[in-house]
């Protein structure tokens, strides 16, 4: 049985450093808590680094946190340090250059958009399988996968606003407020997540389980403060949120039926139902008024667009991957 720690959401603003996991992640959080940023710089110089690691991508998901939440004891001032950032540039192109050699390249948005919206009857991934067969213990565990984005859903694709113009930022806009509740924090789809894992009886601080995740986990998430971060990479994000929107009703759909399967409670069912409707509805925002207005405004950005949509599909993949082969083998999915 995997353990879980079972404690109410926290009101902590910002969390903890991660544990580090290699020499990259040692480095950068030694540099992170001792202080204010600046002189000689420690941190390593990189020259061979493999982006499918996990202390890479736990260096990257600290350095991307900087710009979101913080950290607890971490001064404000280290977002911005040149050193820092220079570190960080060198893994994202190692991990650019990894998703970009794995995903074939295309031109026509909404040719991939077609092909996003024809629902599967079939499948092997974790939402079948928890739809169909898995455990309440499998579900529980892949809620502290999910937790590492839902509990700042939406916030990675905000990036993109300032960097749209016309009736392309006003649909995306109207997606994104509706991510964010309407206007209503209790409706907030970050704080219905943390309610769901709270009625799992799981810790809903926000990212109280970045130790236990694995790599796949942490390039999931990481990939979109990567197009968020990169105005260059604009195309890349809208593409990502189109896509995280069309496949999301389908799949929500069968997580609700394995939660009620399950027996689960109704604040975990609530948060899969809330994306059945709403996101049907935002697939078609997106299609039409976010994707087809940027496209008419820049088409050249049309292929960044597509690799946005195939790079979201290799990374949850590589993540699907490591969930059913750990499940398969009777294992936990978690480090």
Not at 130 to 138: A, H, K, V
Not at 184 to 193: E, N, P, V
Request: proline share 5%; charged share 20%.
């Amino acid at each position: 049985m995997t353990a879980f720690l079972s404690v109410s959401s926290s009101t902590a603003l910002s969390p903890d450093l991660p544990t580090p996991c290699g020499p990259i992640s040692e480095a950068v959080t030694r540099c992170l808590a001792a202080g204010l940023p600046g002189g000689a710089s420690v941190l390593p110089t990189l020259t061979d680094v493999d982006p499918t690691s996990r202390d890479v991508q736990l260096t990257l998901l600290i350095c991307y946190e900087l710009h979101y939440r913080g950290f607890e004891g971490v001064v404000d001032a280290w977002e911005w340090d040149p050193d820092l950032l220079r570190l960080r540039a060198t893994l994202e192109s190692a991990f650019l250059d990894y998703v970009r050699e794995h995903v074939e390249p295309g031109d026509d948005a909404t040719a991939e958009m077609d092909a996003l919206s024809i629902e599967a009857s079939s499948g092997t991934g974790p939402s079948w399988f928890l739809r169909d067969e898995g455990s309440w213990e499998q579900m529980r565990e892949y809620f502290v996968h999910r937790s590492i984005y839902h509990l700042k859903e939406a916030d990675p694709h905000a990036w993109a606003i300032p960097r749209l113009t016309g009736q392309a930022k006003a649909s995306y806009v109207a997606v994104e407020f509706d991510e964010y509740g309407g206007g209503k924090g209790d409706r907030l789809h970050q704080h219905l997540w943390a309610e769901s894992m709270v009625a799992a009886e799981l810790d809903a601080s926000y990212l109280g389980y970045v130790d236990r995740v694995p790599a796949q986990t942490l390039a999931w998430v990481n990939l979109m403060s990567l197009f968020g971060l990169h105005r260059s990479l604009r195309g890349a994000t809208v593409g990502h949120l189109a896509a995280t929107e069309i496949t999301s009703s389908p799949g929500s759909q069968r997580y609700v039926q394995g939660l009620r399967r399950l027996k689960a409670p109704e604040a975990c069912v609530a948060f899969y139902a809330e994306h059945v409707e709403a996101d049907a509805v935002h697939e078609q925002v997106l299609r039409h008024d976010v994707v087809g207005s940027l496209l008419r405004d820049e088409p050249a950005l049309e292929a960044d667009v597509v690799f946005g949509m195939r790079a979201l599909d290799f990374v949850e993949n590589e993540l699907a991957d490591h969930l059913m082969a750990r499940w398969s083998a009777g294992q936990s999915s978690l480090d």
